[in-house]
């Protein structure tokens, strides 16, 4: 009869755990499950490891390796949540370009986001939960982070910088 080692079997589940941690945490404000998995299931694994080598004299090569393998996700997650930012600041920045050149045409901020030539399905599609707003004639143009769905970019059009408000 063929059995598996047990080495075997606790990288397998270290692979898919790993693998579902990753598919879950790379969505799109899906970042602080890689949180709750490195604080809730990567620490205490790490402890555990350091435990079963020193102790039980377990191979270090198995527990490099399983190591490894959550290394590897949680920096395919990072990755994944670092280029979509990116790609949603480069969005966020065209938006702040059109806004500022309907103002120095016109004298005052778009009323509206569409006057500027963007709808906001567009404006939802390229950035999310986000919006744009006049209001006492300042202009708002709000996009929640990519990473964790609590905090936002806020543009300052007085200091033309973006703000990170945590929630």
Known sequence: MFT?????????????????????SSQLYGGYVAAFAGTFYLVPRIVHSLYCVIRKRVSIGVELFRFSVWVIALSLCFSIHQYRGWKMRIYADEVVMRIMD???????????????????????DNLGTSYYSLHDEKATLVYVVPYIGFDTYHYDFEKNVWVYFYS
């Open 4 to 24: 598996i080692s047990q080495s075997v079997l606790t990288i397998r589940k270290d692979i898919i755990v790993s693998v579902l941690v990753l598919l879950l």
């Open 102 to 124: 309907y103002k120095t045409l016109n004298g005052e901020y778009p009323s509206s986001i569409e006057t500027v030539g963007i709808t906001i399905q567009q404006l939802q």
